[in-house]
């Protein structure tokens, strides 16, 4: 039996939220980070504790190790995950600045989905290339992750990404 999907999640926009107004702000508590705020989303840990079940969840964020000092406790994770780390200066590549890390810790065929507030078109371009089974999760920075987003990647993770497995 091959590995879990793996589920690389942001933060920015997807755990810690940011555009919403003050007087609809939604449910959450406000965290110092560094020095600089974040208001963490309070149903986060509960909807990454729930993907933990059918993926390998790892950081995909410029947050990079930083997420691991903050976030598992926070969130309460049971254990820190695995972070991707970003080359500050991408020569010679063209595409969002993640992709490379995301490329290389997936490989090509392993079954993958992103969760982020903030793709372009080389995003949707190399997720309709990839072999692997690929899925991309859009979120809204002002909601961050649902509980609909939390369904639709299960879903996947019992259908398409499970026959690769």
């Known amino acids: 039996m091959q590995a879990k999907p793996l589920l690389f999640v942001d933060i920015d926009g997807v755990i810690s939220l940011w555009g919403f107004e003050t007087n609809a702000r939604p449910a959450g508590v406000f965290r110092n980070v560094d020095g600089v705020l974040h208001f963490l989303s309070a149903s986060a840990g509960n909807h990454l504790l729930a ?91 002002a909601t961050g992750m649902s509980a609909d987003h939390v369904a639709r990647l299960l879903a996947w993770a019992d259908g398409p990404a499970a026959g690769r497995r």
């Open 51 to 141: 993907l933990l079940e059918r993926f390998e969840l790892v950081w995909a964020s410029g947050w990079e190790e930083r997420a691991n000092e903050h976030l598992p406790h926070a969130l309460a994770l049971p254990t820190p995950l695995p972070f991707l780390s970003f080359d500050p200066k991408p020569e010679g590549r063209h595409g969002h600045w993640k992709l490379a890390a995301i490329e290389a810790y997936a490989g090509p065929e392993r079954a993958v989905a992103w969760i982020d507030d903030a793709y372009d078109e080389a995003c949707r371009a190399w997720a309709a290339r990839r072999r692997g089974p690929t899925l991309l999760v859009a979120t809204v920075p």
